[in-house]
């Protein structure tokens, strides 16, 4: 148990569909991330939300949308993907964006296909 | 624009090895480096952080090294174990507080 849980856990939907990743922390961190992870690249930060404010777009394509209703509650709202989109997407939390001596706290993904 | 390397990208050893994973990274001007493990299909473990002023890092038979002046750290296992098998990634913060991260080093463990 990470105390980073993200649903659903595989996705795999078509280039027309509509659908949300999920994620909620439960350890009071106020800063959440998105990292999407492909195959033979590094992780990718998309970005960064800081007591429910956005901080960092890292030049995402606008078919992603993020949505941080609170500090526990972090969505990926998805439309028109392409292929190329598949990939391992991670939310991760921290206390805040410049908590600089403590990790980050990951959880375990959700294996996007996109058909 | 910081970049990480990690080398090897692949590594296997007989159990009860000692080894070492390597990260390199191109700009010194860093908050912490991070070392994570990855099992297949998972998300990320925090194994160290090493903060900037600091030199090394031990948990267990894991210890971290750090030189900023080199743009290096290492991760030195001890008595390596099948169940170390897994992929090792580091990561750089630096002053945009991103955390930068390498490819990773898949390391199996042979019992």
């Known amino acids: 148990e990470t105390g980073v849980t993200q649903t659903p856990r595989h996705l795999v939907m078509g280039m027309t569909n509509k659908k949300s990743l999920k994620c909620e922390q439960h350890?009071?961190?106020?800063?959440m991330y998105w990292y999407k992870q492909s195959a033979k690249k590094p992780l990718e930060l998309m970005f960064v939300y800081n007591f429910k404010e956005q901080t960092e777009n890292n030049s995402v394509p606008s078919r992603f949308s993020p949505e941080c209703p609170n500090s526990s509650h972090l969505f990926l709202h998805l439309h028109t993907l392409q292929p190329e989109d598949s990939a391992l997407y991670l939310c991760?939390?921290?206390?805040?964006?410049?908590?600089?001596?403590?990790?980050?706290?990951f959880g375990n993904g959700t294996r996007l296909t996109v058909t | 624009k910081q970049e990480v390397t990690q080398i090897p990208a692949a590594l296997s050893v007989p159990e009860g090895e000692n080894l070492v994973l390597n990260c390199s990274f191109t700009?010194?001007?860093?908050?912490?480096l991070q070392w994570f493990r990855q099992d297949p299909g998972k998300g990320l473990t925090s194994l160290l952080l090493i903060q900037s002023s600091q030199r090394e890092q031990t948990s267990g038979r894991l210890n971290a090294s750090l030189d900023k002046s080199s743009g290096r750290s290492t991760l030195y296992i001890a008595a390596s174990q099948p169940g170390d098998s897994a992929t090792y990634l580091c990561?750089?913060?630096?002053?945009?507080?991103?955390?930068?991260f390498g490819k990773g080093t898949k390391l199996t463990v042979n019992p």
């Open positions: 990561g750089s913060q630096g002053g945009s507080e991103k955390l930068v």
């Open positions: 350890l009071g961190h106020n800063a």
């Open positions: 700009d010194s001007a860093i908050y912490n």
């Open positions: 991760a939390s921290s206390p805040h964006p410049g908590a600089y001596n403590s990790p980050l706290h």
